[in-house]
């Protein structure tokens, strides 16, 4: 199982940015895809995820992003998204794609990681 993210870059406070993650090595379709971050000198934290299921998606979003970000899977492509949008410096950190059939959405007990993206707004 591969992950790739990417999208991350350097982008002005306010602005706005996608992040992908392509998944591969088996089907990912009823997985749970999702999204961490992890700023320097703090600990990994849950950003934002996405199952599926025969009766839809479903999305989870931490407090610090809700209503600013948007996740959200193609599964035909294996690939998950997270747009990000009003930009914050604290938003600064290297972005994490996750997977994993029965992870606790909420937590880094996923077994599937990909490598990181930085993400760096400046004010």
């Known amino acids: 199982v591969q992950l790739q993210a990417s999208g991350g870059g350097l982008v002005q406070a306010g602005g706005s940015l996608r992040l992908s993650c392509a998944a591969s090595?088996?089907?990912?379709?009823?997985?749970?895809m999702g999204w961490f971050r992890q700023a320097p000198g703090k600990e990994r934290e849950f950003v934002a995820a996405?199952?599926?299921?025969?009766?839809?998606?479903?999305?989870y979003y931490a407090d610090s992003v809700k209503g600013r970000s948007t996740v959200s899977r193609d599964n035909a492509k294996n690939t998950v998204y997270l747009q990000l949008s009003d930009l914050k410096p604290e938003d600064t950190a290297v972005y994490y794609c996750a997977t994993d059939p029965r992870a606790s959405i909420f937590s880094s007990s996923y077994n599937y990681w990909g490598q990181g993206t930085l993400v760096t707004v400046s004010s």
């Open positions: 996405v199952t599926w299921s025969g009766s839809g998606t479903k999305e």
């Open positions: 090595g088996r089907t990912f379709s009823r997985y749970i």
